[in-house]
């Protein structure tokens, strides 16, 4: 009825849930799932391996369960983000968002308790998404959809040139409201129109790594760039 394809979120603890869940939302008539992986770790012993090697195996028993795509929404916080991310797709992947953003605890000093605050994202925030999808299109076989400080049209346009299939906005909304979208897709249409592009696929990935002329923009080089 919604006339768009509809993604079902799902975040799990246990492989069997995972696997039960992931079934159940396919059964809905959704047109994919998204996987949300986050592991908190709270024991030394736990070694980042083990952790990865979880994730890619419930893909792929996900992926072997149900008949829809199956995309993962995923945690920056890897020392290698593009090999887990190759991991997963050998599992069967079929999509990647950049990044999970996460609510962080926070503590009240006057009452001397946790406090759990909503932190919405800040215009700009979509820097690291931005990064490892220049590195990673034309590189993967998969659609990459970036997400976190996606405030305005030209903020997609950015992420859509680095190589972005599609983006998620949630903060903006928040701040602007539903109507926003609107005013971000005019944005972009202006945008395209001024550069002469009729589709988005005519500019996708044209200053990822792999076709900028630049191959020290996706790199730490930046760095010393700013400080000369």
Not at 160 to 184: D, E, F, R
Request: proline share 4%; glycine share 8%.
């Amino acid at each position: 009825r919604a006339g768009i394809p509809v993604f079902a979120s799902l975040n799990a603890v246990h492989r069997e849930t995972w696997i039960d869940y992931a079934i159940q939302l396919a059964d809905t008539g959704v047109d994919g799932l998204e996987l949300n992986f986050y592991a908190t770790p709270t024991e030394f012993g736990v070694e980042a391996a083990t952790i990865e090697a979880e994730q890619v195996a419930i893909v792929r028993e996900v992926a072997q369960a149900v008949s829809i795509p199956v995309s993962v929404k995923l945690s920056a916080f890897y020392t290698n983000p593009l090999h887990v991310i190759h991991r997963l797709k050998e599992a069967g992947a079929a999509g990647f968002v950049l990044f999970n953003r996460f609510f962080q605890p926070d503590i009240d000093p006057e009452r001397e308790e946790p406090a759990f605050p909503l932190n919405l994202s800040e215009e700009g925030d979509y820097g690291l998404s931005l990064r490892f999808t220049g590195l990673l299109y034309g590189r993967l076989t998969g659609d990459i959809c970036c997400n976190t400080g996606v405030f305005t049209g030209l903020d997609v346009v950015k992420l859509i040139l680095a190589g972005a299939t599609c983006v998620q906005v949630a903060s903006t909304l928040y701040k602007n409201q539903i109507v926003h979208l609107g005013t971000m897709v005019d944005e972009l249409d202006d945008w395209m129109d001024r550069k002469g592009y009729g589709e988005l696929a005519e500019f996708r990935g044209k200053l990822s790594q792999e076709q900028s002329h630049d191959p020290w923009a996706y790199t730490r080089a930046q760095y010393v760039r700013l400080l000369l």
